[in-house]
């Protein structure tokens, strides 16, 4: 399937479908890499992913169809570059993290994005011994359904960090 997105692509290197489908089809694909444990492997797909969806994000008029994908993608990449032994390119992602979550935070529907990066920038910090990283964490812990609208993500995201034991993790 990915070599045909990209073959359509290069036909069609304009169509806006395409782009979002291929990088939806690379985030899957990398995904799949993070689970055998070839986290080099997931860094880079979804390096493509992210740079595949980002224009859409940094275009104003496709902005909000196109955030939460490109959030998550970004949250993909930091963990996968975490777990590849690439911390500054983990550091690159959650820096554009923050920098999506403050940009989308006072749209609705988006509220949620502070409080997403808030976690795994504690949980970053906590894996490479910084002490503030255990009062994100905490902070976020305490979050309870509905405080925010459209909380799905949190609410996921935290049940996968408890069951886990963090989001930075094998």
Do not use: C, H
């Not at 782009?19 to 444990?37: A, D, E, K, M």
């Not at 104003?60 to 196109?66: A, D, F, K, P, S």
């Not at 403050?102 to 949980?123: H, R, W």
């Amino acid at each position: 399937i990915r070599k045909e997105r990209e073959a359509e692509l290069k036909k069609n290197p304009n169509n806006q479908n395409l782009q979002g489908n291929l990088s939806s089809t690379y985030n899957n694909l990398s995904t799949g890499y993070y689970y055998i444990g070839k986290y080099n492997k997931a860094y880079e797909i979804v390096s493509k992913a992210v740079a595949t969806i980002e224009p859409f994000y940094n275009n104003i008029q496709t902005r909000t169809t196109y955030a939460t994908n490109y959030f998550s993608m970004i949250l993909n990449a930091s963990v996968y570059a975490y777990l590849a032994g690439e911390n500054d390119e983990a550091v690159k992602m959650m820096q554009r993290m923050e920098a999506v979550a403050k940009e989308m935070s006072n749209i609705q529907g988006f509220a949620t994005f502070p409080v997403v990066a808030k976690l795994y920038v504690g949980d970053f910090k906590l894996k490479n011994g910084d002490a503030k990283g255990k009062e994100l964490v905490d902070e976020v812990l305490k979050y309870k359904k509905g405080m925010l609208a459209n909380d799905w993500m949190i609410l996921y995201i935290i049940d996968t960090y408890k069951e886990k034991g963090g989001v930075f993790v094998k």
